[in-house]
């Protein structure tokens, strides 16, 4: 089973950017939709964006389309998410998962999952 470790994830001021990285082990990245999805407290787990195997299909979620960006390298087993114009309601905890089938926007669908990187973005 692919392994997976988020990385990247900090305290800024709204506006700023940061790169959040999802590195991959065990299993080749290539072998799996990637996705990123998000929890802030007390709030269910929600859909950030996914990838599919190549890199050539991408889908955001309303809320975060135009300011960021899902990307892959595959020779590094890494898929990132670029997080530019960062508002204070970006903060949560993010988390990439893993699906073999499908770019699934549903947390219920995938079952690999990293163990989350907080961002905080201050006003």
């Known amino acids: 089973q692919v392994q997976l470790v988020e990385s990247g994830g900090g305290l800024v001021q709204a506006g700023a950017s940061l790169r959040l990285s999802c590195a991959a082990s065990?299993?080749?990245?290539?072998?799996?939709?990637m996705s990123w999805f998000r929890q802030a407290p007390g709030k269910g787990r929600e859909f950030v964006a996914v990838?599919?195997?190549?890199?050539?299909?991408?889908h955001y979620a309303d809320s975060v389309k135009g300011r960021f960006t899902i990307s892959r390298d595959n020779a590094r087993n890494t898929v990132y998410l670029q997080m530019n114009s960062l508002k204070p309601e970006d903060t949560a905890v993010y988390y990439c998962?893993?699906?073999?089938?499908?770019?699934?926007?549903?947390?219920?669908?995938?079952?690999?999952w990293g163990q989350g990187t907080q961002v905080t973005v201050s006003s």
């Open positions: 990838i599919n195997w190549g890199g050539g299909v991408t």
């Open positions: 998962a893993a699906h073999t089938s499908y770019y699934y926007t549903a947390p219920s669908e995938y079952n690999y």
């Open positions: 065990r299993r080749p990245l290539s072998s799996y939709v």
